[in-house]
């Protein structure tokens, strides 16, 4: 039996018909067509799937829709803002933060959560931050650089 | 010589960086079809087992399944690296050889419904007995895998060279180990993924996760037996490969058969925890290595024995054993040495290429022995390499000719490194935590030679506007290729990096090429993608003489217009002499083709070793420093740094990123890394049990470059970011030796691993 739930998805409301076992990953997908949002493991082990709801970085797939019931989400594709990229994102292209691009959108999602929370957070802090988000062709090492290059642009603004 | 670049070796972003951090570019997994099916792959549970029979018919009724297929609906080709000797059934045929392997595979509305149905496939199997290890396997009485294969021996290699046994009689010092590889995971995180349409013009459309498209493009036309116009393959954006995403699969294979039969499109997608279990590793090796050396540190003889354990198939293994085996003979001078290999099937995860292939395994071995016998020789280990380091115009004993090489370079640098290193070591502190440094050095190819297609190619179409359209048949599996490639371009055609407009492979449109594996991308392709351009520039040179008045020769491209002589006032923006050349008199259509090979390289023989791979070699060093936590054995590699010579970088900035990348999953493969199976089942097939390094691993790193520029490769670049996957291993586990003073000789080097050694030596 499907039910309907409210999402608010980047800004936009969703009603979404959804079966009560599937994840907020699937719908995200499957349902409303954003698939920026990456499978990755499907049991909250590599952190492909990051996105923000109401504030907190959480992982899609760990998550049941039906849980998220009239919440706000931001995904990788709602982070651009009037055509120009969001900080983190700019650093990630410019820094060479980049590879496959697999793991990216959870990868800026998390680090996006976490410069909200700290936005001048320390390396420790940072590779704390990231840690559940797994990365197998950069080594990581230019994706701390660009999370600490977004922290300072972003805080002369 | 090095000249002023406008393009070429400078930090410029990749050109889908932007897509990829928007979330836009799109892998086979978010691509969708009308009408669509999902697909699902039965898998075996057993190791070893004879298939009775299969009763689709339950599965079949379940409301919303489309097709139901298994190997009988096949016409049985079986895969392999050598076609000759394919032994891997898609679906299996009669026999499952490890848990993991096909066996049917269903395509229904949705993935659940597809995960329902195959629930109820009814197989009934008559198990086998089951062999898992490699030694086990290689026994007179022991089960048989493939029937073609006494001993289950898939192949072999024998290289000899100099003489050996003399050799070591005359030696000062001879060294025996046995060192130990676990199989490890490729770790990219997108899984397998595949989406066929089958139409009825008897035409299939594929896009897959392949790093090598072309394979699956010419196996799917055998595997399906319809000609090879009939296929279109194209290629998505690739979440990783490394080496394990060359093949392919039966999920591809199955996507196509399910859509042939239901006329729909079909995708499938499989969970990580099967890429974990049921798709490829690295091989595991044992070693048994002697080295012998005179009192001076001079490479005298090396003797190795190795059984690869290559599990259930046969793979690309052959080349993994010969490059396993003749990777001894570089980066030192090495006049007598003798290598045999054994490629053993075992009922497991089959074993096939992966980032390095074959030789990480290998000079793990050679590079801890070789610190071994320097303490013990009381030798310095920087010293002992220095002494033995190849030089260019060197030949190996099996036929590598070294062109350019600044290993030397790169050697004389570590050793101010490590200098400066010990100076800002550490106090041992409580004397609880040992910190300790290490060496290793490689050598590596820059696409290597082998029997069979061996080309590349390139297509560059300019438009009226000044853009450049650039095809060629090579995939980016992350590497950053599609932008070194366009670098390429730009640079010749004196246009900017973003004018240019790269387009992925299409079978259809893109030129065949063998595909992404053994760094041969920027190398080869890169020469093509140079070629084209010139191939361009060379047909707009007439007509911007005659625009200009000017003599061909002293035309100039450069920073999208064309100078005479580069003189700014006879000048014309490249877009307006495009546009002359399409529009004025009868026109013109620009398109360049260019392609290219190394030429005069001999092939290798797999079983003797003798040949010239590559028509150039890349080298360099790695140091590790780590920290020994003697009372709970946790090791913590605190900083690591990389000299390489990679000839003229075309992309500082990507280049790095290869570095680091290739140096931190080293860090993963030396501590943390292991399948751990249990008869067969795999224990552990989830990244939370199977640790892969994650941020909290990275660590400081210094990268510097030996500068060389290769003669041969395109603007004087060699291969960067495989080979230091070489030699990251042993220095980590020679920094753990010069911190503990024991010669950990099986990786990984986990916590428990290291207790017991510390207990073992006091």
């Known amino acids: ?157 | 010589m090095k000249e002023d670049y406008v393009n070429i070796g400078k930090r410029l972003p990749r050109i889908d960086g932007i897509v990829k951090a928007t979330g836009e570019a799109k892998y086979a997994g978010d691509l969708s079809l009308p009408g669509m099916l999902h697909g699902k792959i039965l898998r075996s549970p057993y190791p070893h087992a004879r298939i009775l029979h299969i009763n689709t018919d339950k599965a079949k009724r379940v409301s919303g399944v489309r097709a139901v297929v298994s190997g009988k609906e096949t016409i049985g080709f079986k895969a392999g690296g050598i076609s000759a000797t394919g032994d891997e059934p898609y679906l299996a045929l009669d026999k499952v050889r490890f848990i993991g392997d096909g066996v049917a595979a269903v395509a229904a509305i949705d993935e659940e419904t597809a995960e329902e149905a195959l629930d109820l496939i009814e197989v009934e199997y008559e198990e086998l007995p089951a062999v898992v290890d490699p030694v086990a396997a290689m026994k007179e009485d022991a089960p048989l895998i493939h029937d073609h294969s006494p001993r289950n021996i898939s192949f072999k290699t024998d290289l000899s060279y100099g003489d050996v046994d003399k050799a070591f009689k005359e030696c000062d010092y001879v060294r025996e180990d046995r060192f130990e590889t676990a199989p490890i995971r490729h770790g990219f995180i997108e899984p397998h993924a595949a989406l066929a349409s089958w139409d009825h013009s008897r035409r299939l459309t594929f896009w897959g996760s392949k790093q090598s498209p072309y394979f699956t493009y010419r196996n799917m036309a055998k595997a399906l037996n319809i000609p090879l116009s009939r296929i279109r393959v194209v290629q998505p954006y690739i979440g990783g490969g490394f080496g394990g995403k060359n093949e392919m699969f039966n999920v591809d294979f199955c996507a196509a058969l399910l859509s042939q039969k239901t006329g729909r499109p079909v995708k499938m997608v499989v969970s990580q925890e099967e890429v974990l279990f049921a798709y490829r590793q690295r091989h595991p090796t044992i070693i048994d290595l002697k080295t012998g050396l005179k009192k001076d540190g001079t490479l005298q003889a090396l003797e190795a024995h190795i059984i690869a354990d290559g599990g259930a198939y046969l793979s690309i293994g052959a080349l993994s054993l010969y490059l396993m085996c003749a990777f001894f003979c570089i980066p030192y001078k090495l006049p007598n040495m003798r290598a045999k290999g054994y490629r053993v099937y075992t009922n497991t995860q089959p074993s096939c290429a992966m980032r390095g292939h074959g030789v990480p395994q290998s000079r793990f071995a050679a590079e801890v022995q070789l610190d071994i016998a320097a303490k013990e020789m009381g030798l310095d280990p920087i010293d002992i390499r220095l002494k033995n380091a190849l030089k260019p115009g060197e030949t190996t004993p099996n036929g590598f000719k070294i062109t350019s090489c600044g290993l030397e370079e790169s050697i004389t640098e570590s050793k101010r490194i490590m200098a400066r290193w010990i100076e800002e070591r550490p106090k041992d502190g409580d004397g609880k935590k040992k910190s300790g440094m290490g060496i290793g050095c490689y050598g590596y190819v820059c696409g290597p030679r082998m029997a069979g297609h061996n080309t590349a190619g390139a297509v560059i179409k300019v438009h009226e506007d000044g853009g450049v359209s650039l095809f060629t048949g090579s995939t980016d599996a992350g590497q950053g290729s599609d932008t070194v490639l366009s670098q390429i371009a730009a640079e010749v055609l004196g246009v900017h990096l973003e004018d240019i407009r790269y387009g992925m492979v299409d079978s259809d449109v893109t030129p065949l090429d063998p595909g992404t594996f053994g760094s041969r991308v920027t190398f080869i392709t890169g020469n093509a993608v140079r070629i084209a351009a010139e191939d361009v520039r060379n047909q707009l040179l007439e007509v911007a003489a005659n625009a200009l008045e000017a003599n061909p020769k002293d035309i100039v491209f450069k920073d999208r217009k064309v100078y005479v002589g580069g003189s700014l006032e006879r000048s014309m923006p490249f877009s307006k002499l495009v546009k002359i050349a399409q529009y004025s008199g009868t026109g013109k259509t620009i398109i360049g083709r260019g392609y290219w090979a190394p030429e005069g390289l001999e092939v290798p023989n797999f079983e003797t070793g003798k040949g010239n791979m590559s028509a150039a070699y890349s080298f360099g060093a790695q140091l590790a420093e780590v920290e020994v936590d003697t009372e709970t054995g946790l090791i913590k590699v605190t900083r690591m740094a990389m000299v390489h010579d990679c000839g003229q970088p075309i992309n500082e900035m990507l280049m790095e990123g290869q570095l680091e990348g290739s140096a931190i999953g080293g860090i993963g493969h030396a501590l943390t890394e292991e399948i751990i199976r249990k008869e067969g089942q795999t224990m552990n097939s989830s990244f939370l049990e199977y640790r892969m390094p994650t941020s909290l691993d990275a660590c400081k790193m210094e990268i510097y470059h030996t500068e060389t520029c290769d003669e041969v490769g395109p603007f004087g670049a060699k291969e960067a970011g495989e080979g230091i996957q070489v030699s990251v291993v042993p220095a980590i586990v020679n920094a753990i030796y010069d911190a503990t003073g024991v010669p950990f000789k099986r990786i990984p080097v986990t916590p428990e691993v290291v207790l017991s050694g510390l207990k073992g030596k006091s």
């Open chain 1, 1 to 157: 039996m499907k039910k309907q739930i409210r999402l608010k998805v980047n800004g936009v409301e969703y009603f979404a018909w959804i079966k009560p076992h599937w994840t907020l990953l699937d719908v995200l997908r499957n349902e409303i067509g954003l698939m920026g949002t990456k499978k990755g493991c499907d049991r909250g082990e590599c952190g492909a799937c990051t996105v923000i709801m109401n504030g907190e970085a959480i992982l899609s797939c760990l998550i049941l829709a039906i849980q998220c019931q009239g919440k706000e989400i931001l995904t990788i594709e709602g982070l651009a803002q009037d055509g120009k990229l969001d900080p983190l994102q700019d650093a990630f292209v410019k820094l060479g933060a980049i590879q496959c691009g697999f793991c990216t959108p959870g990868m800026i999602m998390a680090s996006r959560a976490l410069l909200n929370k700290t936005p001048h957070p320390s390396e420790e802090e940072i590779k704390r931050g990231l840690s559940g988000n797994l990365c197998r062709c950069t080594g990581y090492t230019k994706i701390i650089a660009a999370v600490q290059k977004a922290s300072t642009t972003e805080g002369s603004r």
